[in-house]
């Protein structure tokens, strides 16, 4: 079970005998919530700002850490996937150091689905902050599309699915993410009642959204639906 500010990342599911398993990789914690969130209000300043200056001191000892072994591959992600969640908040600050640190991941081992979605997310914040209207475009589309092979690559990615789902629902409107975003969340929804076990608090992340989206939508049936099995969990 999560408890506020754990991260976890979510393996695709092994099917044996008929029956999901899922492995989770407690990696480090983040934000009051999962590392995902995109664009949501994050609560008062003050909060925010403690809550990043808490990854920059576990960012710090991360650094710390590979720079005893800069052959630590698993300890480069962590670095990665942080800097891409203190991006989340400051952008101008760490997207460039989540992309260089995810960028050297993704060389080593090119086949992480999960690593190909954060920075795939880590390019579309960048595009946030550049002023060049031709670099803006060339990061988003360059971060849609890696995030769309991780998708295409495991698409039972738990991580993977909720990176895009949430990264999409947070994109301009006008590049058409949205119905990304629904998809993905009802790909997850689905997986829950299939029996994968994850923790309510992602569960809720996923109801929350799939509500607020049906309810944009003007459909009341499927938005009442997932806010009463958000509340019941």
């Known amino acids: 079970e999560a408890t506020p500010g754990s991260v976890f990342f979510l393996e695709s599911p092994k099917t044996i005998g008929g029956k999901y398993e899922h492995t989770f990789k407690k990696y480090f914690w983040s934000m009051s919530g999962p590392v995902f969130f995109i664009s ?3 609560g008062e300043e003050k909060s925010q ?19 005893k072994n800069p052959s630590d591959y698993e300890t480069l992600k962590e670095l990665g996937v942080i800097y891409h969640d203190m991006a989340l ?5 760490y997207a460039k150091k989540a992309v260089n640190s995810l960028e050297e991941v993704q060389k080593i081992k090119p086949e992480d689905n999960v690593t190909l ?33 991780a998708v295409k ?11 895009r789902g949430l990264n999409s629902r947070g994109l301009p409107g006008f590049l058409n993410r949205r119905q990304v975003a629904c998809e993905d969340f009802e790909h997850l929804a689905d997986l829950f009642e299939k029996g994968f076990k994850v923790p309510a608090s992602l569960k809720s992340t996923v109801y929350k959204n799939l509500s607020e ?16 099995m958000a509340e019941n969990l």
């Open 40 to 42: 949501t209000v994050w």
């Open 117 to 149: 979605c954060f920075l795939g997310s880590a390019y579309t914040l960048m595009a946030k902050e550049s002023w060049n209207p031709v670099s803006k475009s060339n990061y988003v589309n360059k971060g849609i599309e890696g995030m769309d092979k």
């Open 49 to 67: 700002q403690g809550d990043l200056d808490a990854m920059v001191k576990k960012s710090s000892k991360l650094q710390e850490r590979f720079n």
């Open 213 to 228: 989206l049906y309810k944009e939508d003007g459909d009341k049936v499927k938005a009442q639906k997932y806010k009463v």
């Open 89 to 93: 908040k400051d952008a101008k600050t």
């Open 153 to 163: 690559k495991d698409p039972d990615n738990i991580t993977v699915r909720m990176t």
